[in-house]
């Protein structure tokens, strides 16, 4: 599948997620103007403001505006010997990238899900001011991973079908 055409659940996919995310930093803005609120104008710190932020909506924000930026093209990688690459070579240079990638973030998400599962077992929690399952934070970086990871797959899938096709076009045109 060609990631610039998408099929129409991977549309209402990647639409659900910038949703998703539109409302995380509407969450982020909202506690921020509550805290300032809580802080100046009745002098009374809202403290699970900082807990929000920081276990949740950060975080979140982090994974899904990476996974965007995966899907923009938009990762880290040394341009010196990639701006360098040329065709067939280029495209062989991106399904490596993606693969090690892909390798990574599923050793990470395999990781940090263990650990999840760990502190649900032994009912851990946020903090004691804060009484919710540390697992609940614990999950962002195995579900954004998995978005991540999705994305690398995307990409080497749509890489290995752009590799084969001048292979297929010039295999048909010498029979």
Known sequence: MDDRHPGR????????????????????????????????????????????????????????????????????????????????????????IYAVSAAFWIVVIYATASETLFSLKMGYEVSKNF???????????PVGGTLIAIRLILQAASTVAALRRPLEASAGGAS
């Open 9 to 96: 659940p991977v549309r209402i996919l990647r639409r659900g997620a910038e949703l998703f995310c539109a409302g995380l930093f509407a969450a982020l803005f909202g506690t921020f103007m509550l805290q300032i609120v809580f802080r100046y104008v009745l002098n009374d710190p809202f403290g699970e403001v900082v807990t929000v932020t920081e276990t949740y909506l950060m975080p979140f924000l982090v994974f899904f505006t990476i996974a965007a930026l995966q899907r923009n093209d938009g990762h880290i990688r040394v341009d010196a010997v990639y701006i360098n690459l040329r065709g067939r070579t280029k495209q062989a240079a991106d399904l490596v």
């Open 131 to 141: 009484p919710v399952p540390l697992a609940s934070a614990q999950a962002v970086v």
